[in-house]
């Protein structure tokens, strides 16, 4: 089945402690990006990946890293969690840019910083 | 980078009606993007009208594009009880070779009453 899966679907850190969320996409899309929903602000992109090694920042990539060594893998790093980063992520993959193409979005993860 | 707002923010109706939801974005667009998404699951990618369309069909849905007014409609007709979900448009946009992301409103919640 094709998809995009993301773990952990919850989780619950504390300040500060690192931690990474995995996504991965069995589709063989090239595009690969990060959203995180807020009540009251939609979702907004935080990292895009355009290809393996090629990643670039959305609308609001501070205090999140990524990473793309394989085409399948996107995973999202929170070096140092604040509880302003408590929010719902999404990861989505397409054949092709986000603004040009359908977009296969993950299930989420919700995430408190304590 | 454009921004979609949906109107109106909520809206209730009784199954088997007809359910209209509008949106309204600023700057020229590559392509327009409704998405679906049940209370805090993944989003659900439903139809994209690109902005050489008028309006497409895809079941039950109906979408129309107006350039000239920078604004789009999704009609769903005969709604039912599972099509209670918050429904977003997306726009996207291409600046030769930009990786324009695709920019989400805020969401209409649509409650369909048995």
């Known amino acids: 089945e094709a998809q995009v899966t993301q773990n952990p679907r919850y989780l619950i850190t504390v300040t500060g402690k690192k931690l990474t969320v995995t996504c991965s996409q069995n589709m063989n899309h090239e595009y690969m990006s990060w959203y995180r929903q807020d009540p009251g602000l939609g979702l907004r992109q935080i990292y895009y990946s355009m290809n393996v090694e090629v990643t670039d920042k959305g609308d609001v990539p501070e205090g999140y890293k990524v990473s793309r060594k394989e085409k399948r893998n996107f995973p999202l790093i929170l070096e140092s969690p604040s509880p302003n980063q408590t929010s719902l992520y999404f990861c989505?993959?397409?054949?092709?840019?986000?603004?040009?193409?359908?977009?296969?979005f993950g299930p989420g993860t919700r995430l408190l910083v304590l | 980078s454009q921004q979609g707002e949906e109107d109106p923010q909520a809206l209730s109706i009784q199954e088997g009606e007809n359910a209209t939801m509008n949106c309204s974005y600023k700057t020229s667009i590559n392509n327009l993007q409704w998405y679906r998404q049940n209370s805090g699951r993944g989003l659900v990618h439903l139809i994209l009208?690109?902005?050489?369309?008028r309006e497409k069909h895809s079941g039950r849905l109906r979408v129309t594009l107006d350039t000239s007014k920078k604004s789009s409609s999704l009609l769903i007709t005969a709604s039912r009880a599972a099509d209670t979900a918050s429904y977003f448009c997306?726009?996207?946009?291409?600046?030769?070779?930009?990786?324009?992301?695709?920019?989400f409103g805020k969401g209409t919640h649509l409650i369909i009453q048995p």
């Open positions: 997306a726009t996207g946009g291409y600046s030769g070779g930009g990786a324009d992301g695709l920019t």
């Open positions: 989505a993959s397409s054949t092709g840019l986000a603004g040009v193409e359908t977009q296969y």
């Open positions: 009208i690109r902005s050489n369309e």
